[in-house]
Nanobody, 122 residues
Framework: QVQLVESGGGLVQAGGSLRLSCAAS????????MGWFRQAPGKEREFVAA???????WYADSGKGRFTISRDNAKNTVYLEMNSLKPEDTAAYYC????????????????WGQGTQVTVSS
């Protein structure tokens, strides 16, 4: 049974930083795409970032220059470093793994985590 467990969310002031982690278990994702999505209240879930097994990285425009995705294949873990956080970054952040990453950058995960809340105060 595959499980993705996120951690690292919390309350931070605008301009601050957080580092999210997602540990996968149940199968290895070292040859798969892993990434992050987020969903704010009343809004649809949106793509944040993704990374391929070879180290390729994709970002939504909203996070470019502020967010960095990385992975540790030995630990089956993906990270999201978020800097210069803004109140509009407030959302539940979901880890994603497996599935397909299209050439356009659209990511269709196979597995999802339960989410971790990030709240940015102004």
């Amino acid at each position: 049974q595959v499980q993705l467990v996120e951690s690292g969310g919390g309350l931070v002031q605008a301009g601050g930083s957080l580092r999210l982690s997602c540990a996968a278990s149940g199968r290895a994702f070292s040859r798969d795409v892993m990434g992050w999505f987020r969903q704010a209240p009343g809004k649809e879930r949106e793509f944040v970032a993704a990374t391929t097994w070879s180290g390729g990285r994709w970002y939504a425009d909203s996070g470019k220059g502020r967010f960095t995705i990385s992975r540790d294949n030995a630990k089956n873990t993906v990270y999201l470093e978020m800097n210069s956080l803004k109140p509009e970054d407030t959302a539940a952040y979901y880890c994603a793994a497996g599935g397909a990453l299209r050439a356009s950058g659209s990511y269709y995960p196979e597995y999802w985590g339960q989410g971790t809340q990030v709240t940015v105060s102004s």
